[in-house]
Each structure stands twice: as C-alpha cells, then as structure tokens.
C-alpha cells in the first residue's frame, strides 16, 4: 500500500507562487514510480496537471500550466514537489498528486494511477 501526502497548498493573490509537496509515507518508496499530479475544481471533473517518469528524465504539462509549473522530484527525500509560478485565479483547485506501479511509463490519464493523495486546496484570487 503506497501512502501519499500532499502538504503546500494554501490561498494566494494572481501572480503568485506555491510549492506544493508530496510525500510517500511510511515505508513506501516512490523512487521508481511514475508521479502525476492532477486538480479538481467544485462542479469539474479532475483534470491532467503534469507527470514525470521514474527516472526523473521525462515530464509532460497540460497545456493551461505549461511554462508555469514544473515538477522535481528528491529520491532522497522520497518527495515530489510541483512548483507552481504566475498563479491565476483558473488555477484554483484541489491539487491531487498520484502513483503508477514500479518502473511504469508515466501517464496523462488519470485511470492509469493506482494510488492517490487526499490533495491539498489552492486558491488563487484576483
């Protein structure tokens, strides 16, 4: 069972940045597993923020944050973190972050993820 805890979100004005975290707990390690992160605003459906391989070396980004928010992630730490930056208020949602199995191929799709976090509220006025 792969715990997950996401920790960072909090509201700030148009323009701002947060870093949100996620962190596996316990004896989970995510060190070899694909990371996504995803939102869902009231009354939408959960949509695709961005994912990152295993390794490290390949990440992908929706569209509506691309070139805004980037994903790292510290093996040492056992954490993945979404830096998010030039908020707007559209970007108001619940960050959710999740996990594919060992050594999978990152996904865009949201079924594809096994285990999820109870994500974490950002809020962003204008």
């Known amino acids: 069972q792969v715990q997950l805890v996401e920790s960072g979100g909090m509201s700030v004005q148009a323009g701002g940045s947060l870093r949100l975290s996620c962190a596996a707990s316990?004896?989970?390690?995510?060190?070899?597993?694909?990371m996504g992160w995803f939102r869902q605003a009231p009354g939408k459906e959960r949509e695709f923020v961005g994912a990152?391989?295993?390794?490290?070396?390949?990440?992908d980004y929706a569209d509506s944050v691309k070139g805004r928010f980037t994903i790292s992630r510290d093996n040492a730490k056992n954490t993945v973190y979404l830096q998010m930056n030039s908020l707007k208020p559209e970007d108001t949602a619940v960050y959710l972050c999740?996990?594919?199995?060992?050594?999978?191929?990152?996904?865009?799709?949201?079924?594809?993820?096994?285990?999820w976090g109870q994500g974490t509220q950002v809020t962003v006025s204008s």
């Open positions: 316990g004896r989970t390690f995510i060190s070899n597993r694909p």
């Open positions: 999740a996990v594919r199995g060992i050594y999978a191929s990152p996904s865009l799709k949201s079924a594809d993820y096994f285990y």
């Open positions: 990152m391989s295993w390794s490290g070396g390949w990440a």
